[in-house]
């Protein structure tokens, strides 16, 4: 069976941008939040716009992770996803953890919870995601017996290719800077989700967020108290936060 690689993190963290840069490669099976069908479509504990199931998808969790784990049989396997989907179900399943390799992609929740109203306005905290992305982290930590990689958007943002290229070597795989470029358009991986991956759709390479939020914190005050919870699950996970090494100075 050919190995697979989990990309875990929370809403607009760019981990889309991360995942197009997979889905250039061309070596890996990309999935993209299959099991946000757990959570938004067969256990349906709450709401959320651009939802485009697809017919005769997989709903169940134990059906996903089948779908993806056969795919193995045929080449290497790349899925992102956020815990909160079924982070009890992950909890119940070591064995599904112990056989890929999870990592982790944090994003500083003072940028990512207003851009996640600013797709999102009716957000709850039940789907703000870092609590249950650190649960899992805590977990799989536990599991192996050591800190998973974590990286975090703002390196991924601000040196895409050192980001990756010490990711990929962090995982074993080689890196493909080529991979970092692409023809702007949609993908089909996005279709169940896709009116949330507009910027990403429009891009040809990985780049910081333009920060053009709908709301502000004076706008939304709620949305601050979002930014207190989930503060101490990122800081929790940054302080295992991959550096890429600075390039050599000439």
Same mark, same amino acid.
């Given at each position: 069976m050919h190995q697979s690689i989990a990309l875990w993190s929370h809403p607009r963290s760019m981990s889309t941008a991360l995942e197009r840069s997979f889905i250039e490669r061309g070596d890996f099976r990309v999935f993209h939040e299959e099991f946000a069908y757990v959570f938004f479509m @067969? /256990? /349906?504990?709450?709401?959320?716009? @651009?939802k485009n199931p697809q017919p005769g998808h997989p !709903? =169940?969790?134990p059906d996903i992770r089948a779908m993806m784990e056969e795919a193995r049989l045929e080449r290497q396997v790349f899925h992102k996803d956020f815990p909160y989907h079924c982070i009890d179900h992950l909890l119940n399943d070591p064995e599904y953890l112990l056989g890929q390799v999870n990592t982790f992609l944090i994003r500083d929740p003072e940028e990512a919870v207003l851009s996640h109203a600013t797709v999102h306005p009716q957000l709850t905290r039940e789907v703000l995601g870092y609590e *249950?992305?650190?649960?899992? &982290? $805590?977990? !799989?930590? %536990?599991? =192996?017996g050591r800190p998973p990689l974590v990286i975090n958007a703002? %390196?991924?943002?601000?040196?895409?290719?050192r980001t990756i290229s010490a990711y990929c070597e962090a995982v074993g795989i080689p890196f493909m800077p080529e991979a970092l470029r692409w023809p702007a358009g949609e993908r089909p991986e996005w279709s169940t989700w896709s009116g949330w991956h507009t910027d990403v759709a429009a891009s040809s390479g990985i780049r910081a967020? #333009?920060?053009?939020?709908? &709301?502000?914190?004076d706008d939304m005050p709620h949305l601050r $108290? &979002? !930014?207190? @919870?989930?503060?101490p699950y990122y800081d929790h996970l940054d *302080?295992? #936060?991959? =550096?890429?090494a600075?390039?050599?100075?000439t």
């Open positions: @067969h /256990e /349906e504990r709450a709401a959320i716009p @651009h !709903v =169940t969790y *249950q992305l650190a649960r899992l &982290f $805590d977990f !799989v930590k %536990d599991l =192996t703002a %390196d991924l943002a601000a040196s895409p290719e967020p #333009r920060r053009r939020y709908r &709301f502000g914190y $108290d &979002f !930014v207190r @919870h989930c503060r *302080q295992y #936060r991959l =550096t890429p600075k390039e050599a100075a």
